[in-house]
């Protein structure tokens, strides 16, 4: 599975708009020190992004050694 940029765009914008409302609508009380969001990315997911990664900075390192 394949996940763009625009839906990751689109979950992260929808996400900060349903915490900007949630913020709005509850006063925060002096004793409230906040609730902690967690998130869980599966094995499968970390090892996309890892890959991703390790791509991006094979392709920066061999653009920055072809350049000098």
Do not use: C, W
């Not at 940029?5 to 609508?25: C, E, F, P, S, W």
């Not at 002096?30 to 390790?54: H, N, P, Q, Y």
């Amino acid at each position: 599975m394949t996940v763009t940029d625009h839906q990751v765009g689109a979950v992260i914008k929808t996400y900060l708009k349903n915490k900007r409302d949630t913020i709005t609508n509850v006063m925060p009380s002096s004793d409230d020190r906040g609730s902690a969001d967690t998130l869980s990315v599966s094995d499968e997911g970390k090892k996309i992004l890892f890959e991703r990664m390790e791509r991006r900075i094979a392709e920066k390192a061999h653009n920055g050694i072809s350049s000098t």
